[in-house]
């Protein structure tokens, strides 16, 4: 039998690790994060309650690494700032990776909403909140600042708070209503508004 490489190892603990975070966000979103437990995680990812501590000190530790993956789509719209495209283009991307987003990833979208509309809970979201506002809404800013060039940055930062609520809702009742939600229906009268906002 061939030893095991230590990148044999380290592909191991990233399986391991992916496994948990899987089961934890399942799990979370179905009991909520106060209800669920770190038994009813391990039981869902087939493994000791031990080894979930062998890869996070606690639940809270748990919830954040689920926060810190569960949004993958923000990198990929991170990209766009890069590309030589206009604002209407921009926009057309991020509404892309924000729909495929919440299709491919219901419970984490999910577990999203139970989090941030829960007072008790929400302070958890933290390092989330400072990434955007040092990340996503700056780049926003600079979409919207091209979009309405006539605006002052007041109007153009409350104009990136309504898109940013308009995003939230889409979210919550995708959640709610689930397939029956028009999703892309939605998705080209949003885009088709900002089009027309450019005329």
Known sequence: MTPRKPED????????????????????????FHNASIVNI??????????????????DDLLQSIFSQGFPFFDEILKIDNKDIN??????????NFVKSLQDNFEFWKLYQSIVSNPTVSHRLDDFKK?????????????FSELY????SVQIQTEVLLFA???DG???DFIIIGEKYPLEAIKKNILKKYKSMQK
Do not use: C, W
Request: hydrophobic fraction near 45%; glycine fraction near 4%; proline fraction near 1%.
């Open 9 to 32: 190892f380290a592909s191991i603990r990233k399986k391991s690790k992916q496994s948990i975070i899987k089961a934890a966000t399942k799990i979370f979103a179905k009991y909520g």
């Open 42 to 59: 391990a039981e869902k990812a087939n493994i000791s309650k031990g080894l979930i501590y062998h890869y996070f000190d606690s639940k």
């Open 87 to 96: 604002a209407i283009g921009k926009i057309e991307i991020l509404l892309d």
């Open 131 to 143: 990434y955007y506002e040092s990340v996503f809404s700056p780049l926003l800013f600079s979409i």
């Open 149 to 152: 060039d006539n605006k002052d």
């Open 165 to 167: 609520a308009l995003m």
């Open 170 to 172: 889409v979210a919550f």
